[in-house]
């Protein structure tokens, strides 16, 4: 048969770095990225891209340590490479702080990361409203760099990247023989998938160059990431609230946490705010689905909803979804000609 014609639906950190392993493992397929919007319009130019990973309560434990491996691996090569500048992968080393000791004093992550250790107690005198902490070493990553660097190794490979909405995957049939749903918070409206919500985050990103180290309240809440160029500090989450507005309030609420964790911050400059959604689900999306119209069958792939931890699980999640995207190919090759199936 003539090279299955993949469409990726989707220009996030999910539908790229998909889109990177659908041409990896089936060189076979000729796959083009169709997207509403590019970086630095996503949700993913908003994150704060660094590894530490989120739980999915619908997902296997082992899973998500399987996708935070082959994630944290692939960056850590990046990171260890000539490119690691131009991709906006660095390591970074801090500590996430607790206020009383968590029942679960080792994640399921705290051996994927560099030297997770308990902090001493010398080390826990810079914060004197917390009882305990770990140190680590971890990965960044400073995301709309990171966004362009995936999108020139998808063009250098030939792949073509379309502006275009797409209203209903069934527009895509006469077009392609695989669709692969990566739409993000989009997926809600594209394939009325109402497990999947919005958990809005409002980020400031500023200049303050002499912040070396990560510092992440436990509660996930309050955090100071420094990137190559700028330091993320974060941050909310608003269930459910679709508003991409910044509010004033917020802003100088996460300034002052982050002031209180990081007294220096107060002489930050250059203080830009974004917000973005979380595509939020009980577990990622993925899975193929075979959807049928009137006798005719459309083969799709989806990976989306990754929450408050795309960046943390994205090379895992995109290789499975080209796996899947292989089990395609070969269902369409084992049909009769003419048939999608
Ligand atoms: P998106 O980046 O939203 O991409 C979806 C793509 O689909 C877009 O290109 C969009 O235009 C396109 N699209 C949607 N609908 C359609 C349609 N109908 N037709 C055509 N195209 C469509 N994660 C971490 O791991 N670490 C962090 O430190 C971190 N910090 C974060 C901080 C904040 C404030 C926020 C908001 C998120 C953070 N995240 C973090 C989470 C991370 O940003 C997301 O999990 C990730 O970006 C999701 O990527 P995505 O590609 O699925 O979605």
Redesign the pocket.
């Known amino acids: 048969m003539a090279a299955p014609k993949v469409a990726v639906?989707?220009?996030?950190?999910?539908?790229l770095s998909t889109a990177l392993c659908i041409v990896e493992t089936c060189p076979s397929c000729s796959v083009t990225v169709?997207?509403?919007?590019?970086s630095p319009?996503?949700?993913?130019?908003?994150?704060?891209?660094?590894?530490?990973p989120?739980t999915y309560p619908g997902t296997p434990i082992h899973v998500q340590k399987q996708w935070f491996k082959e994630t944290f691996t692939y960056l850590f090569a990046i990171s260890n490479s000539a490119e690691a500048s131009e991709a906006g992968i660095h390591l970074v080393s801090g500590w996430q702080v607790f206020k009383s000791t968590p029942k679960e004093e080792l994640p399921f992550w705290s051996d994927a990361v560099l030297g997770f250790r308990p902090m001493s107690e010398a080390e826990l005198q810079k914060f004197p409203q917390y009882q305990f902490g770990q140190a680590f070493t971890t990965l960044k990553c400073d995301c709309p760099p990171y966004l362009l660097w995936l999108q020139k190794r998808l063009k250098a490979t030939g792949i073509q990247m379309y502006n275009?909405?797409?209203?209903d995957l069934w527009e895509l049939h006469s077009e392609y023989d695989i669709v692969v749903n990566?739409?993000?918070?989009?997926?809600h409206?594209?394939v009325g998938d109402r497990k999947l919500f919005p958990v809005r985050?409002?980020?400031l990103k500023v200049y303050a160059p002499w912040v070396k180290n990560f510092i992440r309240d436990g509660d996930g809440l309050t955090y100071i990431?420094p990137g190559i160029h700028r330091v993320t500090l974060?941050?909310t989450r608003e269930k459910e609230s679709w508003s991409l507005s910044a509010d004033p309030g917020t802003t100088k609420d996460i300034f002052d946490r982050c002031c209180s964790l990081e007294p220096s911050l107060r002489e930050a400059q250059d203080i830009k705010v974004?917000v973005?959604?979380?595509?939020t689900r009980q577990c990622v999306r993925l899975q193929r689905e075979v959807l049928s119209q009137a006798g005719v069958k459309l083969l799709v792939v989806h990976n989306?909803g990754?929450?408050?931890?795309?960046?943390?699980?994205h090379r895992g999640t995109a290789k499975e979804a080209a796996r899947l995207v292989g089990e395609c190919v070969a269902a369409l090759q084992g049909s009769s000609s003419g048939s999608k199936l």
Do not use: E, W
């Not at 169709?34 to 590019?38: A, C, Y």
């Not at 275009?164 to 209203?167: A, L, V, W």
């Not at 990566?182 to 997926?187: D, F, R, T, V």
């Not at 990754?306 to 699980?313: D, I, L």
């Open positions: 639906v989707g220009a996030g950190v999910i539908g169709l997207s509403d919007q590019f319009n996503t949700t993913s130019d908003v994150a704060a891209g660094m590894l530490i989120h275009r909405k797409i209203s990566c739409a993000g918070i989009g997926a409206q594209l985050g409002q980020v990431y974060g941050g974004k973005g959604l979380r595509p989306y990754h929450g408050a931890g795309g960046f943390s699980v």
